[in-house]
């Protein structure tokens, strides 16, 4: 029976259903700190500066730089186990948060929570790469790519509600049930490798960069959605404060239509762009193809954003933002998995991850920070359109690469 007939087993499904809400609790666990700033600020009397060491110097270097490793050891070892061993760490260490009295504490509970969260990406995705045959990878990943939306939006929603008993609940209620999961995911069956090469036995050497960085589709890969990546993630990073900057929108309402919109716009979005993925790839043009018009599609929404003063318009925007930053989540994935092939997978996948943070967590934020200072948004608002500027420019930049991508996957085959 051919991998396209072949059922897939009852169990993938299971397993790829646990991974997801694993996913889900990632990032509620991980986001639903930007929400309580105000509270964790009012309290402790924070600079800004330490929030936003706490937000993401903590999580995102340890939590990139980590992947690498942990990437490697999803290529030799139990990636189930791995990742059980994460959830706890990060629901402990994220219910331990509550009980922090000074800012070091609560910055060495963020530190563990990304050391914790680093074990997921890698292992989880080479898992469903095991468990599905290859024409259902981008739309199984997508399927588990759902945790975002999910995780984000319900962190907005949530957030707001339980902010009203406080931050310290709020971070119990989120952080502590999230170990029970860790124990399901414990008792997963562990996949054969695919390939006749996995189950002899993998070799490694110390070449294996060499063979990442050689390759052009694959960097390709890498940068194009780095970049797609830093334009996305500037939506919910500066969202916030362009609209109740610009706009004069008070926070709860902000919160609400965030969470909203990234339900809405983002589940369907994730679901459905990997079965869309999934049929670029089946007709020739490729996953990356795909990928580049996504980016290509943002770039009027952005500048429509960036310039409406219409209420309605800024909605539509968003929403179709959402969708965008989403959709190609599962993608990418697949493509990543089958570029590296088996023996480089859980490298090559933290690899890719390694790329799309540092390029949205780190320089993207920053470098819209930096500008709007520089344009004197402070003084005047409306300079922060400007800044902001850099993510279509992204975008643009995002298509060219991808384009250039898929030609070359396409040409080495």
């Given at each position: 029976?051919?991998?396209?007939?072949?059922?897939?087993?009852?169990?993938?499904?299971?397993?790829?259903?646990?991974?997801?809400?694993?996913?889900?609790?990632?990032?509620?666990?991980?986001?639903?700190?930007?929400?309580?700033?105000?509270?964790?600020?009012?309290?402790?009397?924070?600079?800004?500066?330490q929030?936003?060491?706490l937000?993401?110097?903590?999580?995102?270097?340890?939590?990139?730089?980590?992947g690498?490793?942990?990437?490697?050891?999803?290529?030799?070892?139990?990636?189930?186990?791995?990742?059980?061993?994460?959830?706890?760490?990060?629901?402990l260490?994220?219910?331990?948060?509550?009980?922090?009295?000074?800012?070091?504490?609560?910055?060495?509970?963020?530190?563990?929570?990304?050391?914790?969260?680093?074990?997921?990406?890698?292992?989880?995705?080479?898992?469903?790469?095991?468990?599905?045959?290859?024409?259902r990878?981008?739309?199984?990943t997508?399927?588990?790519?759902?945790?975002i939306?999910?995780?984000?939006?319900?962190?907005?929603?949530?957030?707001?509600?339980?902010?009203?008993?406080?931050?310290?609940?709020?971070?119990?209620?989120?952080?502590?049930?999230?170990?029970?999961?860790?124990?399901?995911?414990?008792?997963?069956?562990?996949?054969?490798?695919?390939?006749?090469?996995?189950?002899?036995?993998?070799?490694?050497?110390?070449?294996?960069?060499?063979?990442?960085?050689?390759?052009?589709?694959?960097?390709?890969?890498?940068?194009?959605?780095?970049?797609?990546?830093?334009?996305?993630?500037?939506l919910?990073?500066?969202?916030?404060?362009?609209y109740?900057?610009?706009?004069?929108?008070?926070?709860p309402t902000?919160?609400?239509?965030?969470?909203?919109?990234?339900?809405?716009?983002?589940?369907?979005?994730?679901?459905?762009?990997?079965?869309?993925?999934?049929?670029?790839?089946?007709?020739?043009?490729?996953?990356?193809?795909?990928?580049?018009?996504l980016?290509?599609?943002?770039?009027?929404?952005?500048?429509?954003?960036?310039?409406?003063?219409?209420?309605?318009?800024?909605?539509?925007?968003?929403?179709?933002?959402?969708?965008a930053?989403?959709?190609?989540?599962?993608?990418?994935?697949?493509?990543?998995?089958e570029?590296?092939?088996?023996?480089?997978?859980?490298?090559?996948?933290?690899?890719y991850?390694?790329?799309?943070?540092?390029?949205?967590?780190?320089?993207?934020?920053?470098?819209?920070?930096?500008?709007?200072?520089?344009?004197?948004?402070?003084?005047?608002?409306?300079?922060?359109?400007?800044?902001?500027?850099?993510?279509?420019?992204?975008?643009?930049?995002?298509?060219?690469?991808?384009?250039?991508?898929?030609?070359?996957?396409?040409?080495?085959?």
């Open positions: 029976m051919s991998e396209n007939t072949e059922r897939t087993p009852a169990y993938s499904w299971y397993a790829l259903a646990l991974l997801m809400l694993i996913y889900v609790l990632n990032f509620l666990d991980r986001t639903i700190i930007y929400i309580l700033f105000p509270l964790i600020k009012k309290e402790m009397a924070f600079s800004d500066t929030l936003a060491l937000g993401t110097t903590s999580f995102v270097i340890f939590y990139t730089v980590l690498i490793p942990f990437g490697r050891l999803a290529d030799r070892g139990s990636r189930t186990k791995m990742i059980a061993i994460g959830v706890l760490v990060w629901s260490f994220s219910g331990l948060t509550a009980f922090a009295n000074d800012f070091w504490t609560l910055f060495a509970c963020r530190v563990m929570v990304g050391v914790g969260e680093a074990t997921l990406g890698p292992a989880a995705i080479s898992l469903l790469s095991d468990y599905f045959p290859p024409l990878r981008a739309t199984v997508s399927i588990y790519s759902m945790g939306a999910v995780g984000a939006g319900l962190a907005a929603l949530l957030g707001g509600s339980l902010s009203q008993y406080g931050w310290r609940t709020a971070f119990m209620l989120i952080g502590f049930p999230g170990l029970l999961f860790g124990g399901l995911v414990f008792f997963l069956r562990e996949p054969v490798r695919t390939t006749a090469a996995a189950t002899a036995g993998i070799s490694y050497s110390k070449t294996d960069w060499k063979a990442l960085i050689t390759n052009r589709s694959f960097i390709l890969l890498c940068v194009g959605y780095a970049l797609l990546g830093l334009a996305t993630n500037n919910s990073i500066w969202g916030a404060t362009f109740s900057r610009l706009h004069k929108f008070d926070l902000i919160g609400f239509w965030g969470g909203t919109l990234t339900l809405a716009a983002g589940i369907p979005a994730t679901l459905f762009g990997g079965a869309i993925a999934d049929w670029f790839h089946r007709i020739g043009r490729g996953r990356m193809f795909y990928g580049a018009l980016s290509l599609f943002s770039v009027p929404f952005w500048l429509l954003l960036i310039f409406t003063n219409n209420g309605y318009l800024i909605l539509t925007a968003n929403f179709f933002l959402l969708a930053a989403l959709a190609w989540l599962g993608a990418a994935a697949a493509d990543v998995t570029i590296t092939g088996v023996n480089l997978r859980g490298l090559g996948i933290a690899a991850f390694l790329s799309v943070n540092i390029a949205a967590y780190l320089i993207g934020s920053n470098l819209i920070g930096y500008l709007s200072d520089r344009f004197g948004a402070t003084e005047d608002p409306a300079m922060l359109r400007y800044a902001l500027l850099v993510c279509p420019v992204a975008c643009v930049l995002s298509a060219i690469c991808l384009f250039a991508g898929a030609a070359s996957l396409k040409r080495s085959k």
